[in-house]
C-alpha cells in the first residue's frame, strides 16, 4: 500500500530542506545522502498518476508542493554561486606552453 501524497510531500519537504543546509555547509557527503533521498521520492511522487494527484489534491498539498518549489529554487541559486565560486577559485585551464593548435608558445621556448 502506497503512503499518502501529503506524506510524500512532508518528507520531500524536509529532505529539500537537508540539502538546502547541507549545500549552505558546503558538506559534500549530506548533500549527497539527501540528494539520493530525494531522488527516492521523486520516484514515489511519479508513481502517482494524474488522477491520482487531483483526487488526492488538498490545500494541505498545495501548500507543500508550493514550499518543495520554493526550497528547489533556493537551492538551485545556491548551488549555482557555489559552482561559480569555485569556478573563480580554480586556475587558469589553458596551458602557458601550448597553444590550442598543440604547437608551443614562442614565450615557452
Do not use: N
Request: glycine residues 2%; aromatic residues 4%; without cysteine.
Amino acid at each position: 500500500m502506497r503512503r499518502s501524497l501529503a506524506s510524500t510531500l512532508q518528507e520531500s519537504v524536509e529532505v529539500a530542506e537537508a540539502q538546502l543546509a547541507a549545500a549552505r555547509s558546503l558538506d559534500a557527503e549530506a548533500l549527497r545522502l539527501a540528494t539520493a533521498r530525494r531522488q527516492d521520492l521523486v520516484f514515489e511522487l511519479e508513481r502517482y498518476s494524474d488522477d491520482e494527484m487531483k483526487a488526492a489534491a488538498t490545500e494541505e498539498t498545495r501548500d507543500l508542493a508550493l514550499d518543495l518549489a520554493e526550497l528547489d529554487q533556493r537551492l538551485g541559486r545556491i548551488l549555482a554561486a557555489a559552482l561559480d565560486t569555485f569556478e573563480r577559485l580554480q586556475p587558469p585551464q589553458s596551458s602557458r606552453t601550448y597553444a590550442p593548435d598543440g604547437r608551443m608558445r614562442e614565450s615557452a621556448r
